[in-house]
């Protein structure tokens, strides 16, 4: 990666923008959906910037970009349209370890604007690293039409709840399935058509139940050519939800990224057409992991008889070109 993705704490942001245009006006709504701690560096600013500034009761510096200024604040972002201008800022700030984005520039920048989605409190960053913004513009259309405009109540309810499942469900893995079940299902729908009122009164009921164990199982998927573009729906939903995944030096690495971050990692030194390392993902899956073996091309399974005595539930999927 090109650029690190990271989130600022809005209540941890000193912001300053340099500039009194359009492109300053642009930068200053979007700062607001998350701190009001700005500060505009313009002798004059225009109507846009102006109502702005007057309506959240921002600071403003009326003379334009001076060296020595910089110094009290942790964000700075050069929107003027003058090049000489805004190399220097970039300079001063870099000299001072302050994050600085010079509008249209990025070999200025220390950091760039992603473009985002915005389900409050989720949020979705997304950048192109600057190479391809009609792409990304692309991209971005295609996940709104696809994400429900009340998302973010999900996440509300979740935290509003999360006390008391933690409370009653123990362990990581059963608190993880309980929520997946619970999100995906008729609770989630409720929330997401606003009857939040019947939602509750199905998460109360569903909590004074008894909740079983999570059950353990095992997918090997069968990937063919190795292209993650080729990944079909139904593999890419399991390694969404793997616990641990196994993979050997002839699988493609690539196919790792879409498997579930947090999800523990077994590389085999010895490839699959060899030798499956089942007895390791026999013990995961009857502790109550989701285990994923992955497995270069497609070649018939040997027959195991542990798995067979252990009746764990188990599938495979054939997933490629």
């Not at 690190?4 to 209540?11: E, G, Q, R």
């Not at 929520?179 to 939040?196: C, K, V």
């Not at 399991?238 to 493609?252: C, G, S, T």
């Amino acid at each position: 990666m090109n650029y690190f993705p990271i989130f600022l704490t809005s209540d941890k942001i000193k912001a300053i923008i340099i500039g009194g245009g359009d492109v300053a006006a642009r930068k200053i709504e979007l700062l607001l959906k998350t701190t009001s701690n700005i500060t505009v560096m313009s002798e004059q600013v225009n109507a846009s910037v102006e109502r702005l500034v007057n309506d959240n009761n921002l600071q403003w510096i009326r003379h334009n970009y001076q060296q020595g200024e910089l110094s009290c604040f942790n964000l700075v972002i050069a929107a003027t349209d003058d090049a000489l201008v805004n190399q220097a800022i970039s300079q001063e700030a870099e000299a001072l370890k302050i994050l600085v984005n010079v509008v249209d520039q990025p070999a200025l920048c220390s950091y760039i604007t992603p473009a985002i989605i915005d389900r409050s409190p989720i949020l979705i960053a997304m950048s192109s690293s600057g190479s391809a913004p009609i792409l990304l513009r692309m991209l971005r259309e295609q996940i709104e039409k696809t994400l429900p405009a009340g998302y973010g109540k999900l996440a509300d309810f979740s935290l509003k709840f999360r006390d008391h499942v933690k409370a009653r469900i123990k362990g990581l893995r059963n608190r993880r399935s309980f929520w997946e079940a619970t999100l995906r299902g008729a609770i989630g729908n409720a929330i997401l058509q606003g009857n939040d009122q019947q939602a509750e009164q199905q998460l109360i009921l569903s909590l004074n139940e008894e909740v079983p164990p999570p059950q353990g199982e095992i997918t090997f998927i069968h990937t063919l050519d190795g292209d993650p573009d080729h990944l079909t729906l139904a593999a890419h939903r399991d390694m969404q939800f793997a616990d641990a995944v196994f993979y050997d030096e002839k699988v493609n690495l690539d196919l790792i990224e879409y498997i579930r971050r947090d999800a523990d990692k077994f590389p085999q030194s010895i490839p699959s057409t060899m030798l499956i390392n089942y007895q390791h993902a026999i013990e995961l899956a009857e502790a109550g992991n989701k285990v994923i073996y992955l497995l270069a091309e497609h070649h018939v399974l040997p027959h195991n008889s542990a798995l067979t005595l252990s009746q764990i539930s188990t599938k495979e999927l054939i997933s490629g070109k």
